[in-house]
């Protein structure tokens, strides 16, 4: 079992900088793969990053790759997603999740979800 609370969410203007944390109970930690996605108002949940257990995979959507950067630090069972440059359709409710398999840009594929920590860009 592992329980995932993100933290870090806020209100930003447009070129701001934010980082998420995502903190992680549970002694098997480092051996999950962990994914942030994200879901706006009236739009699906959609992936956003994804790094794998040992932290040398990381994955990112299109519109977000050179922007967003994911890591972790397995030693504080906590997942990190720095965000810069953020714009307007960034705003959305993020979630981290953690998978028992490999790190996959597919939100079926992991079994533990946080609550969110929203997130809004101001123009």
């Known amino acids: 079992q592992v329980q995932l609370v993100e933290s870090g969410g806020g209100l930003v203007r447009t070129g701001g900088s934010l980082r998420l944390s995502c903190a992680a109970s549970g002694r098997t930690f480092s051996s999950y793969a962990m994914g942030w996605f994200r879901q706006a108002p009236g739009k699906e949940r959609e992936f956003v990053a994804a790094?794998?257990?040992?932290?040398?995979?990381?994955y990112y959507a299109d519109s977000v790759k050179g922007r967003f950067t994911i890591s972790r630090g397995n030693a504080k069972n906590t997942v990190y997603l720095q965000m810069n440059s953020l714009k307007p359709e960034d705003t959305a409710v993020y979630y981290c999740?953690?998978?028992?398999?490999?790190?996959?840009?597919?939100?079926?594929?992991?079994?533990?979800w946080g609550q969110g920590t929203q997130v809004t860009v101001s123009s």
């Open positions: 790094i794998s257990w040992s932290g040398g995979g990381t």
């Open positions: 999740a953690a998978d028992s398999g490999w790190a996959t840009i597919h939100s079926y594929e992991y079994s533990y």
